[in-house]
C-alpha cells in the first residue's frame, strides 16, 4: 500500500527526514511513534502530499506522489482518508453534513450520500447525532466524526495524524478501538501518535522516528 | 488508485447545482456587502452604457449630419460634365453624383435674381456626396486632381468638426471602457478575497478532503460574475432614460435611430459586467486561493 524509497525531506539547512525507507503492506495496521519533531507528522504530509520530498520516492498504491501534478492531487487525497489531531470538521455544518460534504463534490446521488453517511456514522456509533453541531460535540465524538468523515468514500487508506492528541486516555482508547475496527474491515491504517499506552495496549506494528530516520520497526511491538 | 469514479451527465449536473449552492452559499455570507457591490457596479456600468450609446448616438448623428454635406465641383468651360462625373464615380467613397447644367444653373437664378441680359458665366458643376464625412477631404484631393476642374467647394470646416466629435466620442468611450473596467477588477477583486479570507478554514478543509480545484474556486469566480450580472441589470434603469433622451433628439433633427444600438449597449453591459467581475475574482483566487 505504502512503500517510500530512500526519502529526505529538508528544510533549510535542517534534515526533517533522512534516506527513510518503509514499506507498509495492504491491511495492515502501523503506529508511527517519536517525540515532537522526530518526523512523524513530516512524514504524513508526504503521504497526502502536503509536503514534496527533496529527494527520495514516496509511492502510495502504486502512485508516485512526487510525481503526481498539482491539479490531480485531489483524486488522491479522496483516496484516503485523513484524521487529524485538531479534527478540522465544519462548525457550522452538521455531524451529517460534515460527512458527507466530500461526497456531494462527486456528485453522488443523495440516496447513496444518505446510505453511505449513515453507515459511517454507524461504524462510529454517532448515528444519534446526525443533526449536532460539532461545538455541541465532546471532543471524542467530533474525532468520531472526523473517522466517519475519512471513510466515508471507502477509501483503502487511513492516515491519521496524532488522532488522539486532543483527548483524554480513555477517549483516546475508545477512537483507537474504532480505528481499529475500521482497520479490521480492510482498510490500511497508518496513526502517528507519541501516546505510549495506546501503542502498548493494541499491540500492532510499531515504526519509530528519531531525527528523521527510522531506528525500530517491529511487529506487534510497543512504545520503548 | 486515482481512478476517478465514473462520471455521468447527471452526476456532473449534481455537481453543478453543488456548485451553485455553494455560490448561492457565499453570496449569503457577504450579507449587505452584496447591496453595495452590486450598487457600485451599477454606478460603473451605468456611466460606460450611458457614454457607449451617446457615443453610437453622436455617430449616427454625424454620419447623417455629414451625408447631407455635398462637394460642388465647378468645371472647366470646355469640359464634358458626364465624362467628369463618370470619372468622379469610380473613385472610392463617392456615393451619388448630381449634374448641374450650367444652362439649368443660369436659367434658375435668372428666375430668382433680376439679372442683365449677358452671356452665361457659370461653368457646369457637378454635386457629389461622399459616404462618409471622414472621407471627404480623400475625395476632393482626388476630384482637384482631375485637369477638367477648375475648382471645388465643401464645408470643409464643418467635416473636419465633426470629424473631430466623433473621434473624440470613441476615444472617450475606449478610455471610460478601460478605466471603469479597472475599477471594476479591483472592487471585485477585493470583495472575493474578503469573502476567501472569511472562509479560510473550510477552504483549507476542502482542499484536504479531497475536493477538486475547481469545485473549489469555481463558486467565487460565479459571485463575482453574479455582481457583474447585477449590476449590468440595474444599470439599464439610467440607460433607458438616456435612451428617450437621444431618441427626442434624434427625431428632432429628422435622423432615424441607429439601428439595434440601444440592444449592443444592453448585450455590452452584460458582457463587461460578467467578464469583469468573474476577471475580478480570478485576480483574487488566484492570489489569495491556493489549492
Redesign the interface.
Known amino acids: 500500500m505504502i512503500s517510500i524509497k530512500n526519502l529526505t525531506k529538508q528544510y533549510g539547512n535542517t534534515f526533517a527526514l533522512q534516506k527513510l525507507d518503509l514499506e507498509i503492506q495492504s491491511g495492515e495496521f502501523v503506529f508511527l511513534v517519536g517525540s515532537s519533531g522526530a518526523g512523524k507528522s513530516t512524514l504524513m504530509k508526504m503521504l ?1 502530499a ?1 509536503e514534496t520530498p527533496t529527494s527520495g520516492k514516496v509511492i ?4 508516485d506522489i512526487s510525481k ?1 501534478r498539482r ?9 484516503m482518508g ?1 484524521v ?1 489531531q485538531d479534527f ?4 457550522k455544518q452538521t455531524v451529517y453534513d460534515n460527512v458527507a ?2 461526497i ?6 443523495s440516496k447513496e450520500i444518505d446510505a453511505r453517511v449513515r453507515g459511517a456514522l454507524r461504524i462510529v456509533n454517532l448515528s444519534h447525532k446526525l443533526k449536532a453541531k460539532p461545538t455541541e460535540l465532546s471532543g471524542g465524538e467530533q474525532q468520531r466524526v472526523s473517522i466517519a ?1 475519512a471513510i466515508v468514500n471507502g477509501p ?1 487508506l487511513l492516515i491519521a495524524d496524532e488522532p488522539t492528541g486532543n483527548l483524554d486516555p480513555q477517549t483516546s482508547m475508545e477512537i483507537m478501538e474504532i480505528l481499529d475496527q475500521v482497520n479490521q474491515r480492510g482498510i490500511t491504517i497508518l496513526v502517528s501518535t507519541h501516546d505510549h499506552a495506546i501503542v502498548n495496549y493494541f499491540r500492532k506494528r510499531v515504526v519509530t522516528l528519531e531525527d528523521g530516520r527510522i531506528i525500530r520497526d517491529v511487529q506487534a511491538g510497543t512504545y520503548t | 488508485m486515482l481512478s476517478s469514479l465514473p462520471k455521468n451527465i447527471l452526476t456532473e449536473l449534481r455537481i453543478i447545482f453543488r456548485v451553485g449552492l455553494e455560490t448561492l452559499k457565499g453570496i449569503k455570507q457577504t450579507g449587505l456587502m452584496n447591496l453595495v457591490i452590486i450598487s457600485t457596479m451599477a454606478a460603473i456600468l451605468s456611466i460606460f452604457g450611458c457614454m457607449f450609446r451617446t457615443s453610437l448616438g453622436l455617430s449616427t448623428f454625424i454620419n447623417e449630419i455629414g451625408n447631407v454635406l455635398e462637394i460642388s465641383v465647378y468645371l472647366h468651360p470646355n469640359a464634358d460634365a458626364q465624362t467628369v462625373a463618370n470619372k468622379i464615380n469610380r473613385m472610392p467613397h463617392v456615393q451619388r453624383i448630381n449634374i448641374i447644367k450650367k444652362e439649368d444653373a443660369w436659367a434658375d437664378l435668372k428666375r430668382q435674381m433680376t439679372l442683365p441680359d449677358i452671356n452665361n458665366p457659370l461653368p457646369d458643376t457637378l454635386h457629389v456626396k461622399i459616404d462618409n464625412p471622414q472621407n471627404v477631404d480623400q475625395a476632393v484631393k482626388r476630384i482637384k486632381n482631375l485637369k477638367q476642374v477648375e475648382d471645388v467647394q465643401y464645408a470643409q470646416d464643418l467635416a473636419k468638426k465633426m470629424k473631430t466629435v466623433n473621434d473624440i466620442s470613441h476615444a472617450a468611450t475606449i478610455i471610460v471602457l478601460l478605466v471603469l473596467g479597472g475599477l471594476t477588477l479591483f472592487i471585485i477583486s477585493n470583495t472575493i478575497q474578503l469573502v476567501i479570507q472569511s472562509r479560510k478554514q473550510e477552504i483549507e478543509i476542502m482542499r484536504l478532503m479531497g475536493v477538486s480545484n475547481w469545485y473549489i474556486k469555481a463558486p467565487y469566480i460565479i459571485q463575482g460574475a453574479f455582481y457583474g450580472f447585477c449590476g449590468a441589470i440595474l444599470a439599464l434603469i439610467p440607460l433607458n432614460i438616456l435612451q428617450s433622451y437621444l431618441n427626442k433628439m434624434l427625431t428632432f433633427f429628422g435622423i432615424s435611430n441607429p439601428a439595434m444600438a440601444t440592444n449592443i449597449v444592453i448585450l455590452s453591459l452584460l458582457i463587461m459586467g460578467i467578464v469583469f467581475g468573474a476577471g475580478g475574482s480570478m485576480i483574487s483566487v488566484k492570489k489569495y486561493l491556493k489549492v
Do not use: A, D
Request: aromatic fraction near 10%; include cysteine; hydrophobic fraction near 40%.
Open positions: 497526502y502536503e502510495v498504491g502504486g502512485v503526481v491539479e490531480k492531487i485531489p483524486n488522491l487525497r479522496r483516496c485523513i487529524f478540522k470538521l465544519l462548525p460534504y466530500v456531494r463534490t462527486l456528485g453522488m446521488s468523515r483503502p
